[in-house]
């Protein structure tokens, strides 16, 4: 179950709710997210994404503290939360909500 919500919050972020802009209307947009023209809303679901995200994470390498390949899965992991991070900044339009987010994947 806690694999299963790993993946679903890293997609949820990938491709994120309502899509991205597709056309470049000011030279900016194509690429980022349409929900977060509504600031708080998206900010409410990047804070939570990135939280869920980060303890199924935590979960998954406590649970397999013994496992013979750990060292493959933190390198895995940390491979997931790199491009989890590529994705808030390929998506995100405004840099505000950006750093927040960044810091706290990165004090895992």
Request: with cysteine.
């Amino acid at each position: 179950m806690t694999s299963l919500n790993a993946a679903v919050t890293f997609q949820a972020e990938v491709n994120p709710p309502g899509g991205v802009w597709q056309d470049d209307r000011d030279k900016q947009t194509a690429g980022r997210a349409i929900y977060a023209s509504q600031q708080r809303a998206y900010y409410v679901f990047l804070i939570s994404n990135t939280v869920a995200l980060s303890t199924s994470i935590l979960l998954i390498v406590s649970l397999t503290c013994r496992f013979p390949f750990r060292f493959e899965l933190c390198i895995a992991t940390g491979a997931m939360l790199i491009t989890y991070g590529s994705a808030v900044f390929a998506v995100t339009p405004d840099e505000s909500l950006r750093f927040p987010l960044l810091i706290h994947i990165g004090c895992w």
